[in-house]
C-alpha cells in the first residue's frame, strides 16, 4: 500500500510556472506507474500524464503536451509534475495517483489517489 500526498498548487497567472510534487510512503514506490490525473470545475477526472514503475515511456494529453514534464524520482520516493506556460482552462484540482501495473493510463488502474492540490490560473 501507498499514501500520497500532493503539494505545489497555488496561484498564477497565465503564462507561468508550477511545479507539484507527490510525496510517497513506502518502500516499494518503484513498484508503481504513477499519474497525475486533474478535475476542473464541473467536469470529470483527466489523465494529465502517466510515468512507468522505472520512471520512463511518459505519456501525456494532448492539451498539455510540449508544456508539462512528468518525472518520477523513485530514490526520493517523489513525482513530480513541471508545468509551464500554463492556461486558464489548466484551472482544477491536481490529483497523484498510483498503479501496480508496470505501466498504464487508464484511469481505473489506478488504485491509490492523493487528496489533490489546487492549482488556478488566472487570464
Known amino acids: 500500500q501507498v499514501q500520497l500526498v500532493e503539494s505545489g498548487g497555488g496561484l498564477v497567472q497565465a503564462g507561468g510556472s508550477l511545479r507539484l510534487s507527490c510525496a510517497a510512503s513506502?518502500?516499494?514506490?518503484?513498484?508503481?506507474?504513477m499519474g497525475w490525473f486533474r478535475q476542473g470545475p464541473g467536469k470529470e477526472r483527466e489523465l494529465v500524464a502517466v510515468?512507468?514503475?522505472?520512471?520512463?515511456?511518459?505519456n501525456y494529453a494532448d492539451s498539455v503536451k510540449g508544456r508539462f514534464t512528468i518525472s518520477k524520482d523513485n530514490a526520493k520516493n517523489t513525482l513530480y509534475l513541471q508545468m509551464n506556460s500554463l492556461k486558464p482552462e489548466d484551472t482544477a484540482v491536481y490529483y497523484c495517483?498510483?498503479?501496480?501495473?508496470?505501466?498504464?493510463?487508464?484511469?481505473?488502474?489506478?488504485?491509490?489517489w492523493g487528496r489533490g492540490t489546487q492549482v488556478t490560473v488566472s487570464s
Open positions: 495517483a498510483a498503479s501496480s501495473y508496470f505501466y498504464t493510463s487508464r484511469r481505473d488502474q489506478y488504485e491509490y
Open positions: 510515468v512507468s514503475a522505472i520512471g520512463g515511456s511518459p
Open positions: 513506502g518502500r516499494t514506490f518503484i513498484s508503481y506507474a
